[in-house]
């Protein structure tokens, strides 16, 4: 079915909220363990409802804002959920005490049972009102974001807006750039500085209220984290600071000989190449008539998605009038299809859309195919990012189709790109560690602690005379660490589960993909380092991996150096 084709009309919540309360109580009085089943199964039939219409209404609501019909809806559901995760998490409470837990175990995996668990461990009723209070500072920190007006080269632009200043060939304008944003930060200082204090504060008291030591470990917990401790990232951290950053002190020095700069600053960070990034060549249509080839010859199942997709009006993609900014795939899960969402632009960013995104509702495609339980198709988010950071790898024998001549240049950026993003998010990470494990903090304190990390991390920066960056204060644009805290190293540990695809894919492209596609069919039955063990690949944790890999990673690009 086309995607316009399909129906919406408002769920009826009372009469959801009557059917889950008879499941959950139905599940309390099941004689036995198929019983049992047969009433989970239900519980899956009716949320797949529910959520296919959620899903629904809210991309029509993205597509076009202007549409009242599904901004009054969204609304509508947005005040459901926590409702309707109330419901849930009492029927997941009486299946994680049920008698007949073994058998079910059996059935539908016992790791089902381990997230139900650690998602119960985060939530009391009591921490309601903090968590009420923890979205609305939130919500403050995205508004005071989306609110700057920056006066800059005669024009009053958004931080988005600056963003093509600061990849300007001219040097003067980069840094100008990177001076006005910092501005903006600067003048809002207070603000930044008190709602963080604000949100570390209550992260911290509602861990105490559910009886944690501190925010680190119920942090942990809410990003599903189910396979390794704080003790092991603070591991990785410490091999990619001893065995990657030095690889990336040498990507930086390239880029700087390359672009004939002998004093690299901060605000030449993200500029890769005299002449600018590689940008895909051709219409819009060209580029997804491109991705459709692409996956043909790919392989047969990757045919079969992408010609689903096209056929049944599943990607969005086209910038237009009223449509919400960004990108993201979700899915349909009554019609098992994948839906995805962009506003194309002209840059690399749109190919991304045909991998990385592309990468997601694939996994997407195959374990709504072969997966029954609904809550065994999506692996934690570090094993959904490897689906798509892989896939924009695995594909690479095809990007001369979207890049033409300049498909060498973004190549070279793609691989230097990922060796130089992953210290970063292990400073987002260690920062956030260091802040969580010290609530009492001052502000300046955390900006000294930021500076210092960051040192450590991403030693060729230098900020000198910079406002706001200058100041140790950088982290505060990062949204995640005011928005979604500990999200960020997920990213890192994803990146090198793809570069060891990479690095597997130089050797024997045919391997690569077989194993690309026994992780992929694995969904979320086993944990993140469970899926890379159960495909004989390493975890990103075990120790010489990131070593590996990122030195394959490095010699490949000495090897395919461009100007
Ligand atoms: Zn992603």
Known sequence: MKFSEMPYARPDMDSLFKQLDNLTAQLQDAPDA??????????????????????????????????????EEQEYLDGQYPLVSEKVQAFNKVLVTSPFRRELEEKLGALLFTNIELELKSFSPEIVPLLQEENRLSTEYQKLYASARIEFMGKTVTIAQLGPYKQDPDRTVRKAAIEAEGGFFDQHRQELDELYDKLVKNRTEQAKKLGFENYVPLGFIRMGRNCYTPEDLSSFRSQVVRDLVPLTVKVKARQAKRLGIDDFKFYDNTFMFKGGSAKPQGTPEEIMAAGRRMY????????????????????????????????????????????????????????????????????????????????????????????????????????????????????LSHAEDALSFIPYGCLVDHFQ?????HPEMTPQERNETWARLDKMYRPYLDFEGLPFYGRGAGWQRQMHIYQ??????????????????????????????????????????????????????RSPIDEGCVKDVCTATFEWTEQHLVE
């Not at 609501?61 to 202007?66: E, H, I, K, P």
């Not at 560690?433 to 494990?437: D, L, N, T």
């Not at 391997?511 to 380092?529: C, H, N, P, S």
């Open 484 to 537: 979604s805290p500990f999200y960020y190293i997920d990213y890192c540990l994803a990146q090198v589960m793809s570069l060891q695809f990479f690095a597997l894919s130089l050797k024997d492209r045919d391997e690569a993909w077989k194993k690309y596609m026994d992780f992929v069919r694995l969904g979320g039955t086993k944990t993140f380092i469970g899926l890379a063990h159960s495909v004989n690949m």
């Open 433 to 437: 560690y260091e802040v969580y494990s």
């Open 296 to 411: 043909h010859e790919l392989s047969e199942e990757t045919g079969e998605f992408i010609d689903l997709m096209l056929e049944n009006e599943l990607f969005d993609v086209l910038a237009k009038e009223g449509k919400a900014p960004g990108g993201y795939c979700t899915s349909l899960p009554d019609y098992k299809y994948p839906f995805i969402f962009s506003n194309f632009n002209g840059t690399s960013g749109d190919v991304d859309v045909l991998t990385h995104e592309a990468g997601h509702a694939f996994a997407n495609f195959i374990a709504d195919r072969t997966i029954p339980v609904p809550d065994n198709r999506w692996p934690s988010m570090e094993g959904c990012e490897t689906h798509s950071m892989s896939m924009e790898f695995l594909t690479a024998p095809w990007h001369h189709l979207f890049f033409g001549e300049q498909t060498q240049k973004y190549e």
């Open 34 to 71: 198929q019983a049992q089943l047969e009433i989970f199964d239900a519980k899956d039939k009716l949320m797949s409802r529910f959520n296919t219409l959620s899903s629904i209404c809210s991309i029509r609501n993205t597509v076009d804002t202007r549409d009242k019909f599904y901004e």
